[in-house]
């Protein structure tokens, strides 16, 4: 496999995303009455749904680097 410096870093965005979903689930407090697999989707998807907000955010910045680079070339 070569030494490809954007996989890398999509990997770790990756790993990045993959733990903080568990981590998420494992804050929740269980002891709570209202504890139901229902808030711990709940919980899990406004996690998974911020964390990819940000990932689309980063890709866009990304995209507009990249653009104006070989614009500026």
Known sequence: MKNDKALRIFLMLFC????????????????????????LGFAVGAASGNMLK???????????????KAFSE
């Open 16 to 39: 990045i995303f993959l733990l903080s979903i568990i981590f998420t689930a494992f804050d929740i407090s269980f002891s709570d009455a209202n504890s139901a697999p229902y808030n």
């Open 54 to 68: 940000i990932l689309a955010t980063l890709a866009i910045a990304k995209m507009a680097y990249v653009k104006m």
